[in-house]
């Protein structure tokens, strides 16, 4: 399908002579479409630990540069060469290949394959996806596991590894919200990130040092219904030997090690499961109840003033470099014009 050239702006992750990556606005050309892809008019994406890795020039995402990052969005449908979306719908990306295989949406205009494409319910606002996004779209896998194999009368909390990281963060606050107690684990836990959780009324923290060590047994004293590990390596293995009879450990990330040495005891003598999820693998049916659930959602307005923060596209680099660092809490949505 030919197509007058759409020029859209985009932000850059560009590789230099010294091999140094940098940020940088420039444009993307689009002049044509294949059968059943969409072009999307962009109204709002959000920032990821796997774009922040990308403009690092993490060689195991993308190796071919300049490339424009961003794994979420949510815009309008603005031209389609797909039956199943006509201009004007209100869709949504999340949980796909985006900004990995194919430029990604901190970009005006994005073309996508339709089948990478979801519409989202009449009353999910495209701001409000993007308080999920990705993240919150794993979240949501994760806590529905909870739900399927565990009362939220247990007497023992859940433990959330990677606490102040996006999947970990939106458990956290769903499963509270659910009826769940929940402990989090973060990373050089100070004066900064006590205040941030509180803040959010997640009272009960724990430093992931405690956890990232080789446990001495193959079981320890029981602390933990269950576990949503974003980490792996020893901090899972610890995890595993401190669940409860019944309990179960999601397995969602790797940030750590992708590997991880423990007994089998844990899953003999205390019937103990490990669930992995992969996101990008859900089903239609699976991916229509995430989007009711996202629509359904109503975070308190004061987490919500406090969690997300809404940037302009125009801004980026301009107003706040910060939004990229490893070490930034909470969540920054783009907002495009």
Do not use: H
């Amino acid at each position: 399908m030919k197509l007058i050239t759409i020029k859209s702006k985009a932000l850059f992750v560009k590789k230099n002579k010294n091999k140094k990556f940098k940020l940088e606005y420039d444009y993307l050309f689009f002049d044509s479409l294949n059968k059943d892809e969409v072009i999307i008019k962009t109204k709002y994406a959000s920032v990821n630990f796997k774009d922040k890795l990308i403009i690092d020039g993490n060689p195991g995402l993308v190796r071919k540069f300049p490339w424009v990052p961003g794994i979420d969005l949510s815009g309008e449908i603005y031209l389609s060469n797909n039956k199943n979306f006509q201009k004007g719908q209100k869709v949504i990306v999340v949980a796909r290949p985006l900004g990995v295989k194919i430029n990604g949406s901190f970009s005006e205009f994005v073309k996508v394959p339709g089948e990478w494409v979801d519409k989202i319910p009449s009353k999910l606002s495209l701001k409000k996806s993007m308080y999920f996004g990705t993240a919150g779209f794993t979240a949501i896998l994760a806590c529905n596991l909870i739900q399927k194999n565990l009362s939220n009368k247990s007497n023992f909390p859940i433990l959330i590894t990677a606490a102040s990281g996006g999947v970990g963060l939106l458990s956290s606050i769903i499963l509270k919200k659910l009826g769940y107690e929940v402990i989090v684990s973060t990373s050089n836990l100070g004066k900064n990130k006590i205040d941030f959780f509180n803040k959010i009324d997640i009272k009960n923290q724990i430093d992931t040092k405690t956890l990232n060590k080789d446990s001495v047994f193959p079981l320890n004293t029981t602390k933990y219904s269950a576990v949503i590990d974003n980490l792996g390596g020893k901090v899972l293995s610890t995890s595993l030997s401190n669940i409860n009879n019944k309990g179960i450990l999601v397995s969602i990330g790797n940030i750590l090690d992708q590997r991880f040495n423990a007994s089998l005891l844990p899953l003999i003598l205390r019937n103990i499961s490990i669930l992995g999820i992969n996101a990008e693998s859900t089903t239609k049916s699976k991916r229509k109840y995430i989007f009711k659930f996202m629509e359904d959602f109503v975070f308190e307005k004061n987490i919500q003033d406090f969690l997300f923060k809404k940037i302009k596209f125009s801004k980026l680099l301009s107003q706040n470099k910060s939004i990229f660092k490893q070490n930034k809490l909470g969540k920054t949505i783009i907002e495009f014009d």
